[in-house]
């Protein structure tokens, strides 16, 4: 294998592609990233080098070429309970509230949408499991998904090695949760049962959803540009329920990008109810 560097022919070719597919944006500055990930490839795709890749994506692309370069170029980053103040103000604020609005209803949908490897939506789980198991007897819904085939496997899969569940698991979760699997952890099986796991590109149309509760859109609008991100949170505004919440990261905000939402009153974590309650048809 050549450790060829990308051309700027390459660069530009791929970085339209995977805005094309994934509307994830890549700047001038992610050239090196690009190669690093991509030359994973090259051997996986039987090829000389990165440029013989980025031709064979040009001339003769295959589904899974195309799907293996976008899949390579998001970024997947990722852990359990990530961002106290949002796990803070679930147990305190949100998921109170919303239990005692539904509970003549005895309804819940949640929906995390860039789920990475899963730490997320387990957290969530674990913490309701810890506070408010009553919710699980209801008819709870919790959707997860994500753009990457091989990390929607790795959530429904729920294994994570001793370096991952290091990263922000407390130990009495651990042993509480996940059963011990050679050199692995794995969530247990009632708890992998709960996610209902499926594919979406949060940039293609979505197929038809539940009202939903609780909108988790963290950690991921920060790849896209704006006018991305606007539509987006556009459509997340049309699946929410009139009182459901939109939970970003901690660093990201919808200041002077969207008037659709307002910051709700919880403060601590970027947590968005709608600003105008929508009109039923
Ligand atoms: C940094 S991770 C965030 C994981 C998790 N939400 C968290 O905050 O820890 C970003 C995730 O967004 C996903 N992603 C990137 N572009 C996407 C798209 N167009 N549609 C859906 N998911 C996408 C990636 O595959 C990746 O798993």
Same mark, same amino acid.
């Given at each position: ?11 530009? @070719?791929?970085?339209?592609?995977? =805005?094309?597919?994934? /509307? ?8 090196? %990233?690009? +190669? $690093? ?7 996986? @795709?039987?090829?000389?080098?990165? =440029?013989?890749?980025? /031709? ?8 899974? %070429?195309? +799907? $293996? ?30 239990? $005692? ?181």
């Amino acid at each position: 294998m050549t450790a060829d560097p990308l051309t700027l022919d390459d660069f530009t @070719f791929v970085a339209a592609f995977v =805005h094309d597919r994934a /509307a994830i944006v890549l700047d001038a500055s992610k050239e090196y %990233l690009v +190669q $690093a990930r991509l030359r994973p490839l090259v051997r996986q @795709f039987e090829c000389d080098s990165i =440029h013989a890749l980025i /031709a064979c994506l040009r001339e003769r692309p295959t589904r899974e %070429l195309e +799907q $293996a370069v976008v899949e390579a170029l998001t970024t997947n980053e990722t852990h359990f309970f990530r961002d106290t103040a949002f796990y803070e103000v679930l147990r305190d604020g949100v998921l109170p509230r919303l239990i $005692a609005a539904r509970r003549a209803s005895r309804r819940l949908t949640m929906w995390c949408a860039a789920c990475s490897s899963g730490q997320e939506p387990y957290s969530v789980l674990m913490l309701i499991h810890e506070h408010f198991p009553e919710i699980l007897g209801w008819n709870f819904k919790f959707i997860v998904s994500d753009i990457s085939q091989e990390m929607l496997e790795r959530t429904r899969d729920g294994r994570y090695t001793q370096h991952e569940t290091n990263r922000g698991l407390p130990a009495q979760l651990l042993t509480k949760y996940l059963d011990r699997d050679g050199i692995k952890w794995q969530m247990k099986p009632n708890f992998r049962k709960l996610l209902d796991v499926r594919e979406v590109n949060l940039a293609k149309a979505w197929a038809p959803m539940p009202p939903i509760d609780i909108v988790f859109m963290r950690n991921v609008l920060i790849y896209f540009g704006v006018d991305t991100k606007r539509e987006i949170l556009a459509r997340v505004g049309k699946v929410m329920s009139p009182d459901g919440l939109l939970f970003l990261g901690g660093s990201e905000t919808l200041f002077g990008i969207d008037d659709t939402f307002r910051r709700s009153e919880f403060g601590k974590a970027s947590c968005y109810g709608l600003a105008k309650v929508p009109v039923s048809p």
